[in-house]
């Protein structure tokens, strides 16, 4: 597969880093854009060296270059997810307003009747943010918030994030092992043990 990931300024960049690692590590192919925001989460958030973990994507594309193939919608691609997905980006798309890369990608992905999924980390929500969110869904976009379950008996914020990650991947058809299908049996196992 080929995946556009776009990262926006959203708290939560560890999302769109796990989704970038573990879909180039099943082979697929990633079209990242970063926006500026991100850039600014990550040196927060993520510390380390976040630059080198950006760098296993196939190509990345700079925020700016709207002739970039990802701003066509004749850009053959399986898709696209932005994790996080700021309530800026979701205002811009819903609205149609597609200042930069991001914006004009997921704007192809609507028109062209491709998966959009966006991974948002907001709470709580406006009425504005809600109207948005409905917007997006009528279009055909994924709506996911960054809700994580708890059946599966999460150790760490690792096990959460890729929970997360995990579902993202279900919505393309991506086979993983980040998290265990629900299983009632296994839950109260689980609990006795």
């Not at 925020?63 to 898709?79: M, V």
């Not at 914020?157 to 299983?183: A, C, E, Q, S, Y």
């Not at 049996?185 to 609990?191: E, K, M, V």
Request: net charge negative; hydrophobic share 40%.
């Amino acid at each position: 597969m080929r995946i556009v990931l776009g990262i926006t300024g959203g708290s939560g960049a560890q999302y769109g880093l796990r989704i970038l690692e573990v879909l180039r590590s099943l082979g697929h192919d990633v079209d990242l854009v970063v926006s500026n925001g991100a850039r600014k989460v990550m040196e927060l958030e993520v510390g380390g060296d976040w630059e080198s973990r950006l760098s296993v994507a196939t190509v990345e594309y700079d925020l700016g270059d709207i002739a970039a193939p990802i701003a066509s919608g004749t850009n053959q691609n399986d898709g696209m997810v932005i994790a996080p997905c700021s309530m800026k980006t979701v205002a811009a798309i819903a609205s149609g307003y597609t200042e930069n890369l991001i914006q004009r990608a997921a704007d192809c992905m609507l028109k062209e009747g491709r998966r959009l999924v966006l991974l948002f980390r907001e709470s709580p929500l406006s009425l504005i943010h809600l109207r948005n969110l409905v917007t997006l869904k009528e279009a055909g976009a994924t709506i996911m918030p960054a809700a994580p379950g708890y059946y599966y008996h999460p150790r760490t914020v690792d096990d959460v994030i890729d929970f997360m990650v995990g579902k993202v991947l279900n919505t393309f058809g991506v086979k993983h092992d980040l998290f265990r299908p629900w299983d009632p049996d296994r839950a109260r196992q689980d609990l006795e043990s």
